[in-house]
Antibody
Framework: QVQLVESGGGVVQPGRSLRLSCAASRLTFRNYGMHWVRQAPGKGLEWVAVISYDGSDKYYADSVKGRFTISKDNSKNTLYLQMNSLRPEDTAVYYC????????????WGQGTLVTVSS | QSVLTQPPSASGTPGQRVTISCSGSSANIGSNDVCWYQQLPGTAPKLLIHRNNQRPSGVPDRFSGSKSGTSASLAISGLRSEDEADYYCAAWDDSLSVLFGGGTKVTVL
C-alpha cells in the first residue's frame, strides 16, 4: 500500500516562511512526478504545483508563483514545498499527490498537513 | 487560471440516479482527459474516475463518467447513503496547470 505522509504544517505569521515535506513509501518514487494540492477551510480543492519525476520541470498556480518552490529528493523519497512570503489566504490543508503524467490523475494522496497563516 | 464549473449541490433519494456536470473550455476539458474525485468529510480526496470514463480498481460500477466537447459529467446510479460526499472534476489545462471544479455536495435524502 503506497503511503504519502506530509509534515511541516503549523501556525506562521504573514510574510514568514514554511517548508512542507511529503515522505513517500512503497512506490518507486524516482519514477513519479508529484503535485501539491491545497484546500482552504470549508472550501474546494486548489492545485498548487507539479514537479516532473526527475525534477526538471516545475509548474505553479498563479496564486503562488514566485513565492512557492516545489522540489523532490529522489534519494530520500521526499517531496518538498518551500513557501515564502506567506499570506492569510494561503491558510489551507496541503496534500501531496502522485502525478500520472501531465494530467489531473492523482492516484495516491497523503492525509494532509494544515498550514495556518495568522498574526 | 479559472476553475471548472460545477453545480454546488445535487441530491436524490436512495436508489435514484444523480448526475453532476462539469463545464470547461477548449484549453482544458476540450483537449485533455477529465478525472473525478470523491471527498468524504474529514478525509483526503479519492480518485473515482480517470481518463474521462475509467474506474480504478475497487470503485463500484454505480459510478460512471462521460465527456463531450468542453463538458463532462459524473453519474451515480443506485444512490446509497455512503455516497453522500463532495465531488470534484479536474482537468489539465494547456496553460500548464491543473484546474478543479468548485465541487458538488451530494446529499442523500
Amino acid at each position: 500500500q503506497v503511503q504519502l505522509v506530509e509534515s511541516g504544517g503549523g501556525v506562521v505569521q504573514p510574510g514568514r516562511s514554511l517548508r512542507l515535506s511529503c515522505a513517500a513509501s512503497r512506490l518507486t518514487f524516482r519514477n513519479y512526478g508529484m503535485h501539491w494540492v491545497r484546500q482552504a477551510p470549508g472550501k474546494g480543492l486548489e492545485w498548487v504545483a507539479v514537479i516532473s519525476y526527475d525534477g526538471s520541470d516545475k509548474y505553479y498556480a498563479d496564486s503562488v508563483k514566485g513565492r512557492f518552490t516545489i522540489s523532490k529528493d529522489n534519494s530520500k523519497n521526499t517531496l518538498y514545498l518551500q513557501m515564502n512570503s506567506l499570506r492569510p489566504e494561503d491558510t489551507a490543508v496541503y496534500y501531496c499527490t502522485t502525478a500520472g503524467g501531465w494530467n489531473a490523475h492523482f492516484e495516491y494522496w497523503g492525509q494532509g498537513t494544515l498550514v495556518t497563516v495568522s498574526s | 487560471q479559472s476553475v471548472l464549473t460545477q453545480p454546488p449541490s445535487a441530491s436524490g433519494t436512495p436508489g435514484q440516479r444523480v448526475t453532476i456536470s462539469c463545464s470547461g473550455s477548449s484549453a482544458n476539458i476540450g483537449s485533455n482527459d477529465v478525472c473525478w474525485y470523491q471527498q468524504l468529510p474529514g478525509t483526503a480526496p479519492k480518485l473515482l474516475i480517470h481518463r474521462n470514463n475509467q474506474r480504478p480498481s475497487g470503485v463500484p460500477d454505480r459510478f460512471s463518467g462521460s465527456k463531450s466537447g468542453t463538458s463532462a459529467s459524473l453519474a451515480i446510479s443506485g444512490l446509497r447513503s455512503e455516497d453522500e460526499a463532495d465531488y470534484y472534476c479536474a482537468a489539465w489545462d494547456d496553460s500548464l496547470s491543473v484546474l478543479f471544479g468548485g465541487g458538488t455536495k451530494v446529499t442523500v435524502l
